[in-house]
């Protein structure tokens, strides 16, 4: 290690040499370095501030107790507190008189957006397009009818939901063997006819007007109170081909919605209403019927006979 | 030598001279100083639904205002495509004349010009600050140092001033930000800036050139043997000598007389005689002091010029000078400049052509359409509508390309009102985001089709922006 200067540059060299080439001895500038040293310095300041240091089952904490923990429950905290007034008038504003306050149905139709992505999405789609068995909300057919006050009510108790007392249930009952084959050809032809798609016949108009009118109506259009589904629409929960409506008079599938009180308190409830009534199919400005009683007729009267 | 571990920074006293590249320095210094602190005070006139200030980003509301030109963030590829033009601007100008930029036009060497201007109004010239900064710490140079420090904070605190008044109206910010009632966003940004500045044009100097820039590396890079930069024209200048020697031996000695001029004048603190090098930043100083130096002693200019590696070669060689100029004009710079000035047409004819509205349509993905009870088809579409007129407009919007009975109606006007034709009334310089249903009865095919805007002014304005409408089947 002889340190030398160097003839060609006039630099001292740091004295390494390897093979003959000698390393010029080209220092960085005090300044460049002090940089560097802040560095350090700030670094070791943060180590004993913050969490750093990983641990065997956690990092170290760091003198502050700051964690990105906390940080996330003082936002949610705030915004709780910079919506609470928000939700205290919803909670105070009849269903059916949302819509007049266009600012206050928006507040509640966003609040249920949300909640509809985190309860409702699994079942009825991120789009709340539903699939087969599993009702599409964006559409304007509404078995158990679509009003504030009726969805509200479906979302409350839920349907066929055994938990719940007052819960939305009637049952079809299953026409197997009740029927020959032809009859219930004949019965699905004149159904799907009802909406212009299979052929009609006079067997099956009678078997309809015989089974089925009672709960369907006689043309098929259906009866939200006792949550009969329409059957002269476009809108097939479990499909409109002739097996699937062959398979749905002979053993009737029922779709089950969990009743969300006691899960979700009832603003909630109320904000999810305003968002399905809002997903463009929402049964618009239709006076409040008295929906609740009749449901709970139907539901009662199912109770006494599951075969309806 | 200085010790292992670091270097000592070196202070930069270089010396006043006058001359052709002096004078222009201060030509550039006054205009670009002048464009960047005055340009937010022009005041321009548009109307009661924009601002009034002639150069304005409106962060906040996303609008650039330059003189008749507005920018919205959908147009933002004006900015980029300006963004693109200064980078093969600097391509153009780096293969035609070197590292002009670095000597004349980029704020870190024009704001070091400024200060070192305020060292020689408190300091004196070169030997003068040399001796200051070696002379023990008295009260006077404490006072004096204290004054030209004052002067440095002062120039930097009105640099990051000028800064924020870009941003918002300059005189009402003014205002606001000595009552204390800007956003804080301001006031640090004052603080950074008037630090930076204080900092970087006080004290940093040739150091960020040198070793902050990363420009430097990829202008040395860019530059090639047909280059305009500054040169010594060794084969004439060696021997050096002094004019003594050189009298006793006129033979033996070139015609530089070894004098240093050229380095006591240099901001940077470089010696061009060495060759080329990355601490030049092409400002011609060394030439203005030469040529004065050549004058005095009776020899010719140009020992010191800015010539090209090839002309040098050549000249070496024999032959005669040849003027600068031409060294610009070559294959290289002018396709640079071809495709330089074919993006600023191209920008230019953009301006020109384009229209104050706007539509752009975004067709529901999920669901991507909706069957009704009666089999009709609904698709929905989030659409905005732009109206980049200072006053509130009307616009229409039409269905084009549906059949028959298609009709379409938007959140504020309810379906009982639905209808082919919807006019809705945008505000001024507002974007007006509007959600619409477009109803298909049952069995009407559809595929493609179009919204066209149409403005219900004398302009008839119009944008027709394609689409597709999903039906079951065919989503």
Same mark, same amino acid.
């Given at each position: 290690m002889t340190k030398r200067i160097?003839?060609? +540059? &006039?630099t001292e060299t740091v004295g390494h040499e390897w093979d003959g080439i000698e390393e010029l001895n080209t220092p960085l500038p005090r300044w460049w370095l002090y940089t560097f040293y802040a560095t350090i310095v700030f670094a070791a300041i943060y180590v004993v501030l913050y969490p750093a240091w990983p641990m065997i089952d956690r990092a170290t904490q760091g003198t502050l107790g700051w964690s990105s923990r906390g940080d996330l429950a003082r936002e949610m905290t705030a915004a709780d507190m910079a919506r609470q007034s928000t939700v205290e008038r919803i909670a105070a504003t009849d269903i059916e008189k949302l819509p007049a306050d266009p600012e206050l149905m928006q507040a509640a139709i966003a609040g249920g957006a949300a909640a509809f992505k985190v309860n409702?999405?699994?079942? %009825?789609?991120a789009g709340a397009a539903g699939s087969p068995g599993y009702p599409n909300?964006?559409?304007?057919? *509404?078995? *158990? &009818? &679509? +009003?504030l006050t009726d969805i509200q009510y479906t979302l409350t108790h839920g349907i066929r939901w055994e938990g719940a007392e007052e819960t939305r249930a009637n049952f079809m009952p299953a026409f197997q063997g009740m029927f020959e084959p032809a009859q219930v050809n004949a019965l699905a032809g004149h159904v799907l006819s009802l909406s212009g798609k299979g052929r009609s016949s006079a067997a099956g108009a009678q078997l309809f007007a015989d089974n089925? @009118? @009672?709960? %369907? &109506?006689s043309g098929g259009e259906g009866s939200p109170p006792m949550g009969a589904p329409a059957l002269n629409d476009a809108i097939w929960l479990f499909g409109d081909t002739e097996a699937a409506v062959k398979a749905q008079i002979l053993a009737p599938r029922h779709g089950v919605m969990p009743a969300w009180q006691g899960r979700l308190d009832p603003v909630t409830i109320k904000m999810l209403a305003a968002y399905v009534h809002s997903r463009g199919g929402g049964q618009k400005a239709a006076p409040a019927q008295p929906a609740t009683d009749a449901a709970s007729d139907v539901a009662a009267a199912a109770k006494a006979d599951p075969n309806g | 030598m200085g010790s292992a571990l670091y270097e000592k920074g070196k202070t930069v006293h270089n010396k006043r001279i006058d001359g052709p590249f002096r004078r222009f320095k201060w030509l550039v210094m006054l205009v670009t100083l002048g464009i960047y602190y005055v340009t937010p005070w022009i005041r321009w006139d548009r109307g009661p639904y924009a601002p009034d200030q002639a150069v304005l980003v409106d962060l906040a509301n996303r609008r650039f205002y330059m003189f008749d030109i507005e920018i919205w963030p959908h147009e933002f590829y004006f900015v980029a495509g300006l963004l693109i033009m200064a980078g093969i601007g600097l391509f153009l100008v780096t293969s035609a004349v070197g590292r002009a930029w670095c000597g004349y036009a980029c704020p870190q060497t024009v704001w070091t010009d400024l200060f070192q201007h305020v060292d020689r109004f408190f300091d004196g010239d070169r030997n003068a600050r040399m001796r200051l900064d070696k002379a023990p710490w008295t009260p006077a140079k404490i006072a004096r140092r204290s004054a030209k420090w004052a002067v440095y904070l002062a120039i930097a605190f009105w640099t990051g001033g000028a800064w924020i008044m870009y941003f918002a109206d300059a005189p009402t910010l003014t205002r606001d930000f000595w009552t204390g009632n800007a956003a804080p966003v301001a006031y640090a940004t004052v603080a950074i800036l008037t630090g930076t500045t204080f900092w970087l044009g006080g004290f940093m100097r040739e150091q960020v050139c040198i070793y902050m820039c990363p420009w430097p590396r990829i202008q040395t890079a860019m530059l090639d043997e047909k280059s305009l930069i500054v040169t010594y024209k060794d084969w004439r200048g060696e021997q050096r000598g002094s004019l003594k020697k050189a009298a006793k031996n006129p033979d033996q000695y070139g015609d530089c007389i070894d004098c240093n001029m050229c380095v006591a004048v240099c901001p940077t603190g470089v010696d061009i005689r060495e060759g080329q090098q990355i601490g030049c930043i092409t400002c011609g100083l060394c030439i203005d002091a030469c040529d004065r130096v050549m004058k005095e002693v009776g020899r010719p200019r140009g020992l010191i010029d800015y010539a090209t590696l090839d002309q040098c070669k050549a000249e070496a060689a024999g032959a005669p000078p040849t003027p600068a100029w031409k060294a610009l004009l070559r294959p290289r710079t002018l396709i640079y400049f071809t495709v330089w000035a074919g993006l600023g047409a191209g920008l230019l004819f953009a301006l020109g052509t384009r229209t104050h509205t706007d539509l752009t349509v975004s067709p529901d993905r999920n669901p991507p359409f909706m069957l009704l009870k009666d089999g009709s088809v609904r698709n929905a579409y989030t659409l905005r509508l732009r109206n980049m007129e200072a006053r509130p407009r009307d616009m229409e919007i039409a269905l084009e390309? =549906?059949?028959?009975g298609a009709v379409m109606w938007t959140e504020s006007v309810s379906m009982e009102n639905a209808a082919r034709v919807q006019t809705v009334t945008v505000p001024a310089n507002a974007t007006e985001v509007l959600r619409v249903y477009v109803l298909l009865p049952e069995g009407a095919p559809a595929n493609a089709f179009a919204f066209r805007l149409t403005s =219900?002014?004398?302009?008839?304005e119009q944008d027709v922006t394609e689409t597709t409408f999903a039906m079951p089947g065919n989503e």
């Open positions: 160097d003839e060609p +540059t &006039g409702c999405v699994q079942c %009825h789609g909300l964006n559409d304007d057919d *509404w078995i *158990w &009818g &679509g +009003t089925c @009118a @009672a709960c %369907h &109506g | 390309g =549906l059949p028959q =219900l002014d004398e302009q008839r």
